[in-house]
Structures are given as structure tokens and as C-alpha cells.
């Protein structure tokens, strides 16, 4: 199980960027069930949380430093999750990456590549 990221790029302050994530492998029909988050981590900083959404897409949880501003979905039919960012501030400039947590793990069990925001000023 691979999750892609795509959407990143260069963007000034106060501007919008939609990320995707897909997870595309023919096999993989269970997307629907898992737990997905988005994560980032800016230069010389450890990865910190930023959006998980749940399976039926019901329950959302942001970080504080991004609330009101980015917004998290899924399309389970699409295997694909979202996240729309807008108002968006330098300090939001890092790789953001894409993860699953199956049913029954602890944690995030697979993680994307990641994929660069640049938020200037």
C-alpha cells in the first residue's frame, strides 16, 4: 500500500493549494475503512500532526495552527484524500505527507512520499 501525494508547489501568502493523496494499487479495496491523515515537517523541525479524518469521513480533527483555514475530505469510491488549504502563511511551508492507519494499528502503518509547500511571503 503506497500513498501518492501530489498538489504541492509555490504559492504566496494568503493563497490556496488543494493536496491529493491516492492510494491507486488495483488490489487495495479497503480505503474505505482506514483512518487518513495529512502530516508535515518544515526544515530542522520534527513531522507534526495536521488534519485526520475518519473512515466514513463523519469526524475531523485539525491541528490548532491550521484550523479554520485548511479543510480535509476523502472520496472512498476514488481511493483519495484531500486537503484544501487556504490563507496560507510561511510558516505553513513544509512537506506535507499523506497517511493510512488501518483498523486494528496503533498508528499510521503506511506514508507517502511526501510533497513540498511553499508558502512565500
Known amino acids: 500500500v503506497q500513498p501518492v501525494e501530489s498538489g504541492g508547489g509555490v504559492v504566496q501568502a494568503g493563497g490556496s493549494l488543494r493536496l491529493s493523496c491516492v492510494i491507486s494499487?488495483?488490489?487495495?479495496?479497503?480505503?474505505?475503512?482506514?483512518?487518513m491523515g495529512w502530516f508535515r515537517q518544515a526544515p530542522g523541525k520534527e513531522r507534526e500532526f495536521v488534519a485526520r479524518i475518519s473512515a466514513a469521513a463523519f469526524i475531523t480533527s485539525y491541528a490548532d495552527s491550521v484550523k479554520g483555514r485548511f479543510t480535509i475530505s476523502r472520496d472512498n469510491a476514488k481511493n483519495t484524500l484531500y486537503l484544501q488549504m487556504n490563507a496560507l502563511k510561511p510558516e505553513d511551508t513544509a512537506v506535507y505527507y499523506c497517511a493510512a492507519n488501518p483498523p486494528g494499528w496503533s498508528g499510521y502503518r503506511y506514508w507517502g512520499q511526501g510533497t513540498q509547500v511553499t508558502v512565500s511571503s
Open positions: 494499487e488495483r488490489t487495495f479495496s479497503s480505503f474505505s475503512t482506514y483512518v
